[in-house]
Nanobody
């Protein structure tokens, strides 16, 4: 069972930056997808970014159009933590951010649906004020 723990959320002014972290309890020797989703009040949860984690090389990453060029998803060298670096934050980025992980799976391109992921964290709040 994979357990995910997010951290790094908080309040920031528009134009500021935050880095979210997602600690993965299980070793990631198996290749898998890791993703970030967000849910604003009274809105559906939406996909933000994902990365396919290989066992020995850097992952491939994809981004929602709304965050492309501002957010970066990455992994640490031990592949036990996934990050979401968020720059040039906007008030519309305000949401609860969730980390998600797939089961071990081979590469199949972008994973942007909730059904692609099987394990979820509890979420961390990001609030951006204007």
């Amino acid at each position: 069972q994979v357990q995910l723990v997010e951290s790094g959320g908080g309040s920031v002014q528009a134009g500021g930056s935050l880095r979210l972290s997602c600690a993965v309890s299980e070793d990631t020797y198996s290749s898998r997808y890791m993703g970030w989703f967000r849910q604003a009040p009274e809105k559906e949860r939406e996909w933000v970014a994902c990365i396919y984690i290989y066992t020995t090389t850097n992952g491939l990453s994809w981004y929602a159009d709304s965050v492309k060029g501002r957010f970066t998803i990455s992994q640490d060298t031990a592949k036990t933590t996934v990050y979401l670096q968020m720059n040039s934050l906007k008030p519309e980025d305000t949401a609860m951010y969730y980390c998600a992980a797939s089961r071990a799976v081979g590469y199949y391109g972008r994973a942007a649906a909730e059904a692609d992921f099987h394990y979820w964290g509890q979420g961390t709040q990001v609030t951006v004020s204007s």
